[in-house]
């Protein structure tokens, strides 16, 4: 018996050697996997495998449950994806698209300040750079990353405010940082959040893949 995780990120060659070894009657094969992260190329993903693995399966089992998301942002991906009318749509010929059900309920998972439940999902845009950073309004990578970092600490802030208390969950117990994440796409850009956010106050640690004997802490108790 064979179980492959993360089958999405299998390509064609892999699959094939998956299916040629393990895929026989005197062998059992199972494949566990997001198909809509089939589409992730750059991560070597093919989602001709994904069809392919498909059609070869005798069984189809799936989780019908999210535990993760507010039941409202479930209730909306679900409305996105599964309307004809909707630019998103997937027909069940191609990828298709099986609506879930949301496994907690609102009062497990809202956050609240005043008697007001907060946005489950906020979308925020540059403005326009200064002109004397760029006459067309562009921002250079550095420029908008420090911009984007001063906002998320800011709006970090205004979360933990004591004095205008954001409760979570169905307990109501007050927001706290480790409810917090912020996610980014390399260890450098996780060391300056956690510089900017400890330099306001916040407590703060990283998930990388650094070394503890490579870290600043490190080095100081080497030091003691």
Partial sequence: AALIDEFQDTDTAQWSIFQGVFGGRDHFL???GDPKQAIYKFRGADIHSYFQAKEAAHRLLTLEKNYRSHPLLV???NR????????FYFPEETLGYRPVIAARGEQDVDLVRDGHSLAGMVYCTLP?????KDKNGRWSSGAAGER?????????LR????AA???LGARRRPLCPRDIAVLVRSNSQAEEYRRALAEAGIPAVLSSRESVFATEDCRELLMV
């Fill in 30 to 32: 199972y494949l566990i």
């Fill in 75 to 77: 209730a909306e991906v």
């Fill in 80 to 87: 996105l994806f599964s309307s004809r009318e909707r630019p």
């Fill in 128 to 132: 326009p750079a200064p002109e004397e």
């Fill in 148 to 156: 984007i970092r001063a906002f998320a600490v800011a709006e970090t």
């Fill in 159 to 162: 979360l933990l405010d004591p």
């Fill in 165 to 167: 208390p954001v409760l």
